[in-house]
């Protein structure tokens, strides 16, 4: 029989229920209140007594009222239909609501039971399988979806019966297999994960080393990410971390991509539910809107299913990377998760650790950026999740709990930088002070030398130590004067700009400068430093200034140029005839 | 806080703080509404047959022996037509000697709109003010702040904003206002004639602290009445929201809660949120647009208050005092809306963003070149423009008195960058240049 459970103590969204039977941590419970149940889920019993955080607003809660447990943890529904769906933290599908408003205690169904679905099957009749093999497909948005063993299976199973090639729906029973002891069990195209867990029905992890191209340069040229990489954005409001998200999300070359949006404004959800389904994934020219999931807790929605849409959304992205598939998640901001459980700490009661934040922050974070990677599936298939996580460190200040924490975890760092944004450089990203890992794996240079080429990862060096040298003459001119220093390091100091200007700076808001496929990167990359090694011939400062403002002028016209058009190759000549004035032989 | 009958009262208090009171009573509802002594409380905490609530007006003189009744409901603002032209308190009471309200009773603080069924805010909302429409420009259904010292003329920009702005209501919520700030409002509006589609709920420096907490909610749920059954545009100001905050401080600390950075509570991003992502653009038309203000300070927006507002909100509005031309601009460097990319150079002339951007940088190239100039380093040409350009720009497009529309604003900045610089200076798009650049 199922506990149940009486209210006995209310304070904000933390509620203390006085159980008659056995309760597990982080299970789930509803309370009924004045007519609806509000969803609950356990984080502490003492006793008799279970501590749940409700996932709704408490108001009108009184001692005394009744609360029955479910025997499970917060889980969510796996199967096909959930492509460019809208879900709430906990998986509620937001369209299926009713009205302008949310309602309390208002769930909706994530999937369709009536849709009916094209299944192949892949599998045969005898196959020995295990949680995550694959059984079938149905195609979903011209994305091959796998019908997979249930990751909840612990065994293996052999395949008793498998239906044809047909329609149906997802809850058609569409195998039946046997266990180990006999017995038959029928599965159909859904399964359900408890999403604190990670998935983990795959052969191995091995380091990732595929290039993942997002179609921005200062992070493509300069500090890459790969399928199945980590990375994190910090930076203060205002210098673009949602512009960038945005961007990354609409131009990578993902197959599957998952927004959570964690506690951030509701209009960026809502530019993201009014442009994806018109604009065109540059990649396979269908829809983007086709190949992606959001998961929206708005930050005016409640906080403890916050720290629930992290999660729902990172076990979407493992459940498509079972499939195979190229997965991106993204997640802004991953600080109001982490607020969220500060709040929840507080109201327990426990002793804080720093900034107020609990104890074990930093566990919690290392396990969840822990979840994404590249993997080889049983099948010798390969799949990735990729994670960028935005920080929003409070005060701007990056030594703080959250951003220090992801630090140690994320191989990819993109410091937005106030002092770029004030400037109006954007991307803000901070070239000297960020980094990507994967420069450095043996795995990735390999992959590069062979796919782009054999002297990209030498220039990518280069130009990142022309912008250290470029921002140490800055200060030495700044103390000195211009006429303090050299003609030269003036020289230095312009090619330094120039590459700040040429590569590092995109215009988002530009329909072709905005993404910058790899080829056009290369093109540019090496005609930024053929500049770079050229030497020239100027008599004052005034004169290196002139000069490379003028062509950087041109540089930029050709970047808001389509790429290789008459435009583009026109001011290529012209930069031809520019650097002749100059050039030293 | 009349009483209905049979309504149980309670007359042991077991603990009194300076913000709440704890009684053991048995059926109340979490958020419920009570009255102690005949003052207003919420309750806070449920523990067991032990409720705290939090007084609202303080519990100064509160006797252990108070009466106290529960309402069996959370606070409820009586919102229609007649909430026009008038002044209320913190609880929603008439405070301009006029009649009570006879409308339909709701709850304040009511639920979130489904990010779904919103609109993407796509109507530009003209000041007239450069620094807002050239460089920031606003749009409705959009969250924004002024970030400034106590002693930045901000209620003054404010006001004329809110006038300027074509908007159906207005709705003036004022957090720990000094009673010469309410009446400089009530004297600005009813001057401008403006007091027709004006309604206020006022908290001033007299009134005790803790009772502006229910101000933005009281603010908002006005707003909602307009936004919603009446589809119009309704433009809300809060000032300031950083009183706000040192209320939510004060309630907490009395609660005994950790407090995080900046003794604000742990819960202070939620809070401020809740609040702000009212602003929303309905889709038949009715939009709530918040403009407030978070008082700084020292300029310090590395703390919690601005901190939290900056991450919320959509951008954020610097006021400075430039001592080039004597007058107050909008800071082009720190202010920023994010929702003007949804206007600017679609609802605004193409060259819009563009332009905004090469003036602003070349602005920053003569803040360099004042640095110089103040470190005794020689100056170029091209400082020495940059320099007077700045001036101009300053004068001509910055000031706060300044009332232009944008296209106007536009031709300024190309006849500036013209009288000051080549084309190759200015870095706009070729194909912008050749449309607009005045030789």
Same mark, same amino acid.
């Given at each position: 029989?199922?506990?149940?459970?009486?209210?006995?103590?209310?304070?904000?969204?933390?509620?203390?229920?006085?159980? +008659?039977?056995?309760?597990?941590?982080?299970?789930?419970?509803?309370?009924?209140?004045?007519?609806?149940?509000?969803?609950?889920?356990?984080?502490?019993?003492?006793?008799?007594?279970?501590?749940?955080?409700?996932?709704?607003?408490?108001?009108?809660?009184?001692?005394?009222?009744?609360?029955?447990?479910?025997?499970?943890?917060?889980?969510?529904?796996?199967?096909?239909?959930?492509?460019?769906?809208?879900?709430?933290?906990?998986?509620?599908?937001?369209?299926?609501?009713?009205?302008?408003?949310?309602?309390?205690?208002?769930?909706?169904?994530?999937?369709?039971?009536?849709?009916?679905?094209?299944?192949?099957?892949?599998?045969?009749?005898?196959?020995?399988?295990?949680?995550?093999?694959?059984?079938?497909?149905?195609?979903?948005?011209?994305?091959?979806?796998?019908?997979?063993?249930?990751?909840?299976?612990?065994?293996?199973?052999?395949?008793?019966?498998?239906?044809?090639?047909?329609?149906?729906?997802?809850?058609?029973i569409i195998a039946v297999v046997t266990a180990a +002891?006999?017995?038959?069990?029928?599965?159909?195209?859904?399964?359900?994960?408890?999403?604190?867990?990670?998935?983990?029905?795959?052969?191995?992890?091995?380091?990732?080393?595929?290039?993942?191209?997002?179609?921005?340069?200062?992070? +493509?040229?300069?500090?890459?990410?790969? #399928?199945?990489?980590?990375?994190?954005?910090?930076?203060?409001?205002?210098?673009?971390?949602?512009?960038?998200?945005?961007?990354?999300?609409?131009?990578?070359?993902?197959?599957?991509?998952?927004?959570?949006?964690?506690?951030?404004?509701?209009?960026?959800?809502? #530019?993201?539910?009014?442009?994806?389904?018109?604009?065109?994934?540059?990649?396979?020219?269908?829809?983007?809107? #086709?190949?992606?999931?959001?998961?929206?807790?708005?930050?005016?929605?409640?906080?403890?299913?916050?720290?629930?849409?992290?999660?729902?959304?990172?076990?979407?992205?493992?459940?498509?990377?079972?499939?195979?598939?190229?997965?991106?998640?993204?997640?802004?901001?991953?600080?109001?998760?982490?607020?969220?459980?500060?709040?929840?700490?507080?109201?327990?009661?426990?002793?804080?650790?720093?900034?107020?934040?609990?104890?074990?922050?930093?566990?919690?974070?290392?396990?969840?950026?822990?979840?994404?990677?590249?993997?080889?599936?049983?099948?010798?298939?390969?799949?990735?999740?990729?994670?960028?996580?935005?920080?929003?460190?409070?005060?701007?200040?990056?030594?703080?709990?959250?951003?220090?924490?992801?630090?140690?975890?994320?191989?990819?760092?993109?410091?937005?930088?106030?002092?770029?944004?004030?400037?109006?450089?954007?991307?803000?990203?901070?070239?000297?002070?960020?980094?990507?890992?994967?420069?450095?794996?043996?795995?990735?240079?390999?992959?590069?030398?062979?796919?782009?080429?054999?002297?990209?990862?030498?220039?990518?060096?280069?130009?990142?130590?022309?912008?250290?040298?470029?921002?140490?003459?800055?200060?030495?001119?700044?103390?000195?004067?211009?006429?303090?220093?050299?003609?030269?390091?003036?020289?230095?100091?312009?090619?330094? #700009?120039?590459?700040?200007?040429?590569?590092?700076?995109?215009?988002?808001?530009?329909?072709?400068?905005?993404?910058?496929?790899?080829?056009?990167?290369?093109?540019?990359? +090496?005609?930024?430093?053929?500049?770079?090694?050229?030497?020239?011939?100027?008599?004052?400062?005034?004169?290196?200034?002139?000069?490379?403002?003028?062509?950087?002028?041109?540089?930029?016209?050709?970047?808001?140029?389509?790429?290789?058009?008459?435009?583009?190759?026109?001011?290529?000549?012209?930069?031809?005839?520019?650097?002749?004035?100059?050039?030293?032989? | 806080?009349?009483?209905?009958?049979?309504?149980?009262?309670?007359?042991?208090?077991?603990?009194?703080?300076?913000?709440?009171?704890?009684?053991?009573?048995?059926?109340?509802?979490?958020?419920?509404?009570?009255?102690?002594?005949?003052?207003?409380?919420?309750?806070?905490?449920?523990?067991?047959?032990?409720?705290?609530?939090?007084?609202?007006? /303080?519990?100064?003189?509160?006797? *252990?022996?108070?009466?106290?009744?529960?309402?069996?409901?959370?606070?409820?603002?009586?919102?229609?037509?007649?909430?026009?032209? @008038?002044?209320?308190?913190?609880?929603?009471?008439?405070? =301009?000697?006029?009649?009570?309200?006879?409308?339909?009773?709701?709850?304040? /603080? /009511?639920?979130?709109?489904?990010?779904? @069924?919103?609109?993407?805010?796509?109507?530009?909302?003209?000041?007239?003010?450069?620094?807002?429409?050239?460089?920031?420009?606003?749009? *409705?259904?959009?969250?924004?702040?002024?970030?400034? =010292?106590? =002693?930045?003329?901000?209620?003054?920009?404010?006001?004329?904003?809110?006038?300027?702005?074509?908007?159906?209501?207005?709705?003036l919520g004022g957090m720990g206002m000094t009673n010469?700030?309410?009446?400089?409002?009530?004297?600005?509006?009813?001057?401008?004639?403006?007091?027709?589609?004006?309604?206020?709920?006022?908290n001033t420096t007299e009134n005790p602290s803790v009772? @502006?907490?229910?101000?933005?909610?009281?603010?908002?749920?006005?707003?909602?009445?307009?936004?919603?059954?009446?589809?119009?545009?309704?433009?809300?100001?809060?000032?300031?929201?950083?009183?706000?905050?040192?209320?939510?401080?004060?309630?907490?600390?009395?609660?005994?809660?950790?407090?995080?950075?900046? %003794?604000?509570?742990?819960?202070?991003?939620?809070?401020?949120?809740?609040?702000?992502?009212?602003?929303?653009?309905?889709?038949?038309?009715? %939009?709530?647009?918040?403009?407030?203000?978070?008082?700084?300070?020292?300029?310090?927006?590395?703390?919690?208050?601005?901190?939290?507002? /900056?991450?919320?909100?959509?951008?954020?509005?610097?006021?400075?005092?430039?001592?080039?031309?004597?007058?107050?601009?909008?800071?082009?460097? @720190?202010?920023?809306? !994010?929702?003007?990319?949804?206007?600017?150079?679609?609802?605004?002339?193409?060259?819009?963003?563009?332009?905004?951007?090469?003036?602003? !940088?070349?602005?920053?190239?003569?803040?360099?070149?004042?640095?110089?100039?103040?470190?005794?380093?020689?100056?170029?040409?091209?400082?020495? !423009?940059?320099?007077?350009?700045?001036?101009?720009?300053?004068?001509?497009?910055?000031?706060?008195?300044?009332?232009?529309?944008? *296209?106007?604003?536009?031709?300024?900045?190309?006849?500036?960058?013209?009288?000051?610089?080549?084309?190759?200076?200015?870095?706009?798009?070729?194909?912008?240049?050749?449309?607009?650049?005045?030789?």
């Open positions: 029989m199922a506990t149940k459970g009486i209210v006995k103590g209310i304070v904000s969204n933390l509620v203390t229920v006085e159980v +008659d039977g056995p309760v597990s941590q982080n299970e789930i419970c509803y309370i009924s209140v004045g007519g609806v149940k509000l969803m609950s889920e356990v984080i502490k019993v003492i006793g008799q007594n279970a501590f749940v955080q409700v996932f709704e607003s408490t108001r009108g809660m009184r001692v005394g009222d009744e609360a029955e447990f479910e025997g499970h943890m917060l889980e969510v529904i796996l199967g096909p239909g959930m492509l460019s769906r809208n879900y709430d933290g906990l998986q509620n599908d937001l369209d299926k609501m009713e009205g302008v408003f949310l309602k309390r205690g208002e769930y909706t169904y994530a999937l369709d039971d009536d849709k009916k679905w094209n299944f192949k099957p892949i599998a045969s009749v005898g196959d020995t399988v295990k949680a995550g093999s694959w059984l079938g497909e149905v195609d979903e948005n011209h994305q091959p979806l796998k019908i997979m063993v249930p990751f909840t299976f612990e065994e293996t199973y052999t395949i008793k019966s498998l239906v044809p090639e047909g329609e149906y729906t997802i809850r058609d +002891d006999g017995t038959d069990i029928k599965l159909d195209m859904t399964q359900k994960w408890p999403v604190k867990r990670p998935i983990l029905a795959y052969r191995e992890k091995p380091r990732p080393y595929k290039l993942l191209e997002t179609g921005v340069r200062t992070i +493509d040229t300069v500090n890459p990410i790969v #399928e199945g990489g980590t990375g994190f954005i910090p930076g203060p409001f205002g210098t673009g971390k949602t512009v960038m998200q945005h961007a990354i999300s609409k131009q990578a070359e993902a197959d599957i991509v998952v927004i959570a949006a964690c506690g951030e404004r509701a209009n960026e959800v809502v #530019e993201i539910f009014a442009e994806f389904p018109h604009l065109i994934d540059p990649h396979t020219g269908r829809k983007l809107m #086709e190949r992606t999931i959001i998961i929206a807790n708005t930050s005016n929605m409640p906080v403890a299913a916050r720290e629930a849409s992290v999660y729902t959304a990172m076990t979407i992205a493992e459940y498509y990377r079972s499939m195979g598939l190229k997965v991106l998640l993204m997640a802004d901001s991953t600080s109001r998760w982490a607020q969220a459980l500060r709040e929840m700490s507080n109201r327990l009661e426990e002793l804080p650790g720093p900034d107020a934040f609990p104890m074990d922050l930093s566990a919690i974070i290392a396990n969840f950026y822990a979840r994404a990677g590249y993997v080889i599936l049983d099948n010798g298939a390969t799949g990735s999740v990729t994670f960028i996580g935005t920080v929003s460190p409070a005060g701007g200040n990056l030594k703080e709990p959250v951003t220090e924490n992801t630090k140690k975890v994320a191989r990819c760092f993109y410091a937005l930088e106030q002092e770029r944004a004030d400037r109006k450089r954007y991307p803000a990203i901070n070239p000297i002070d960020s980094y990507s890992k994967y420069l450095e794996y043996p795995e990735f240079m390999a992959y590069i030398s062979e796919h782009v080429s054999p002297s990209w990862i030498d220039k990518v060096n280069e130009i990142k130590t022309r912008m250290l040298r470029g921002k140490e003459i800055a200060e030495q001119i700044n103390i000195l004067g211009d006429d303090g220093v050299p003609v030269d390091y003036h020289i230095t100091f312009w090619k330094s #700009e120039l590459i700040d200007f040429v590569i590092l700076q995109q215009d988002a808001f530009d329909d072709v400068d905005a993404v910058t496929p790899l080829d056009r990167q290369e093109y540019m990359l +090496d005609k930024v430093v053929d500049v770079c090694h050229t030497d020239f011939k100027f008599d004052t400062f005034i004169e290196v200034m002139d000069f490379f403002k003028q062509m950087i002028n041109i540089f930029k016209q050709m970047n808001y140029s389509a790429y290789k058009s008459e435009d583009f190759y026109g001011f290529d000549k012209q930069l031809e005839a520019l650097l002749n004035e100059r050039k030293e032989n | 806080m009349a009483s209905k009958a049979f309504q149980k009262i309670y007359t042991k208090i077991t603990q009194i703080t300076k913000a709440t009171c704890s009684l053991k009573a048995t059926g109340v509802g979490y958020d419920e509404l009570a009255s102690v002594d005949g003052r207003l409380a919420q309750v806070v905490k449920i523990i067991g047959d032990e409720v705290t609530l939090q007084v609202f007006s /303080g519990t100064d003189g509160i006797p *252990t022996n108070a009466e106290v009744t529960f309402m069996g409901k959370a606070p409820t603002l009586k919102v229609g037509e007649q909430l026009v032209s @008038r002044f209320f308190n913190a609880y929603g009471e008439p405070i =301009d000697g006029g009649p009570e309200i006879d409308g339909k009773e709701v709850e304040i /603080g /009511g639920p979130s709109v489904n990010p779904v @069924r919103r609109e993407q805010p796509s109507e530009l909302i003209a000041t007239g003010i450069a620094g807002i429409d050239l460089n920031n420009t606003l749009v *409705t259904g959009q969250k924004i702040p002024f970030f400034a =010292d106590p =002693d930045q003329p901000f209620n003054q920009v404010m006001a004329l904003v809110a006038l300027r702005a074509e908007s159906d209501k207005i709705i010469d700030d309410y009446l400089f409002f009530k004297n600005t509006f009813s001057e401008a004639g403006a007091l027709d589609r004006i309604v206020s709920f006022i009772e @502006r907490l229910l101000i933005p909610d009281m603010s908002l749920t006005a707003a909602e009445y307009f936004a919603v059954q009446k589809h119009e545009k309704v433009l809300v100001l809060l000032t300031d929201m950083t009183n706000y905050a040192d209320a939510l401080a004060i309630v907490s600390n009395r609660m005994d809660q950790i407090p995080s950075k900046d %003794s604000m509570p742990g819960s202070i991003y939620s809070d401020l949120a809740k609040i702000y992502e009212k602003a929303v653009q309905f889709p038949d038309g009715g %939009s709530i647009t918040i403009i407030a203000v978070t008082t700084l300070s020292g300029g310090d927006i590395t703390h919690a208050v601005p901190d939290n507002t /900056g991450y919320i909100t959509e951008g954020q509005l610097y006021l400075r005092r430039d001592s080039d031309i004597g007058k107050v601009i909008v800071d082009p460097f @720190r202010s920023l809306s !994010r929702l003007k990319q949804l206007v600017t150079g679609t609802k605004t002339r193409k060259d819009h963003p563009q332009v905004m951007n090469a003036a602003v !940088r070349l602005y920053a190239d003569a803040a360099n070149a004042k640095t110089k100039l103040e470190n005794g380093f020689d100056l170029t040409d091209y400082d020495n !423009r940059t320099l007077a350009f700045a001036k101009d720009y300053s004068e001509k497009l910055l000031a706060i008195d300044v009332n232009l529309n944008t *296209t106007e604003m536009l031709d300024v900045a190309w006849d500036l960058f013209a009288k000051y610089f080549t084309p190759a200076e200015v870095n706009i798009k070729q194909e912008l240049v050749n449309q607009y650049w005045r030789n």
